[in-house]
């Protein structure tokens, strides 16, 4: 486990610290999730636009079985 500092801005703003996008694969534009207990909280990467993602792996080729089956899945995200 690797800690990651950055400090709170007047605005209430953090930067997420270089390590710490790579280590979650965060990319401009996507959202992360604060997951908080008590007083610690924890920096999740929420997925995002995960048909297009797939699309982009696979080089273009849809798949619209594995499409219903994600659309199902993120419905309880």
Do not use: H
Request: proline share 4%; hydrophobic share 45%.
């Amino acid at each position: 486990m690797e800690i990651f500092e950055s400090k709170v801005t007047d605005k209430f703003q953090v930067t997420l610290p270089k390590g710490c996008r790579d280590a979650i694969g965060a990319r401009v534009g996507d959202t992360v999730a604060f997951l908080v207990e008590g007083k610690v909280a924890q920096v999740a990467l929420k997925p995002g636009d995960v048909l297009a993602r797939m699309r982009e792996l696979s080089g273009g080729r849809r798949s619209p079985g594995i499409a219903a089956e994600v659309r199902k899945a993120r419905a309880g995200w």
